[in-house]
Nanobody, 123 residues
Framework: VQLQASGGGLVQAGGSLRLSCANS????????MGWFRQAPGKEREFVAS????????SYEDSVKGRFTISRDNVRSTVSLQMDMLKPEDTAVYYC?????????????????WGQGTLVTVSS
């Protein structure tokens, strides 16, 4: 599985970005997918996850109501729509494919990781 994240950039507080994660080998349609982020000097943290068929999603408390995770299994992509961005959302964002089909929030549940895309939110 090769995951390629894109869509990061610089945005002002209150703005929006949409991250995308493409699976170049198209083999993760039966796996849960997730987004994590890592800010400078901090550990990687969970952001959002989605089950294999999109039927279940989970979010970290600070992004609930602002971020939306979705997936397209035909195109083998997972997206993270980020609205009302805050400076504290600044981080490198990583997409990951889970070992199982469900929605998971712990890094150990994920088997494959993308290379990350930088999101910078200015105040």
């Amino acid at each position: 599985v090769q995951l390629q994240a894109s869509g990061g950039g610089l945005v002002q507080a209150g703005g929006s970005l949409r991250l995308s994660c493409a699976n170049s080998r198209r083999t993760s349609s039966n796996n849960g997918m997730g987004w994590f982020r890592q800010a400078p000097g901090k550990e990687r943290e969970f952001v959002a996850s989605i089950s294999w068929n999109g039927g279940y999603t989970s979010y970290e408390d600070s992004v609930k109501g602002r971020f939306t995770i979705s997936r397209d299994n035909v195109r083998s992509t997972v997206s993270l729509q980020m609205d009302m961005l805050k400076p504290e959302d600044t981080a490198v964002y990583y997409c990951a494919a889970a070992r199982g089909a469900g929605s998971a929030s712990t890094p150990s549940a994920y088997q494959y990781w993308g290379q990350g895309t930088l999101v910078t939110v200015s105040s």
